[in-house]
């Protein structure tokens, strides 16, 4: 595993808020949140850096990352107000922790992205 913090949280090294997990997602708080509930998604047995470095056998991540996020969405009962997930790509984007992951954002109206 990473040493990222991310791999960190993983191994149960360094504390979260976990919300969500199973046998492939850890689901946490983001600890400096962008909306009333802002949840990160992380692989949890694979480290792949960068959306572009992942490779397409590992495709099938993303949609367990997806996945996992709205059936978040849909237990804690906001899924049909409506959510936001994000997935940043390098410095310019906003990554600062170099393990794929997936952001949830929801519990108020946001702001809108273009048409």
């Known amino acids: 595993m990473s040493d990222t913090i ?3 949280i993983i191994r149960r090294e360094i ?3 976990i919300v969500y997990e ?3 997602v850890l689901g946490f708080k983001d600890i400096a949140p ?3 509930v802002h949840v990160l998604f992380i692989p949890k047995n694979e480290v792949i ?3 572009d470095d992942l490779q397409p056998t590992q495709a099938h991540l993303i949609g367990k990352l997806a996945l996992a996020a709205a059936a978040y969405a849909r237990q804690e009962g906001f899924a049909e107000n409506g959510y936001r ?3 940043n790509c390098r410095e310019d984007a906003g ?3 170099f393990h794929i992951h ?4 929801a519990g108020a109206p946001l702001g809108h992205f273009g048409a």
């Open 6 to 8: 991310f791999g960190k």
């Open 15 to 17: 504390p979260a808020a």
């Open 22 to 24: 199973d046998e492939d």
């Open 34 to 36: 962008q909306a009333p």
């Open 49 to 51: 850096p960068t959306l």
């Open 85 to 87: 997930i994000v997935m």
């Open 95 to 97: 990554q600062t922790v």
């Open 102 to 105: 997936l952001h949830l954002l």
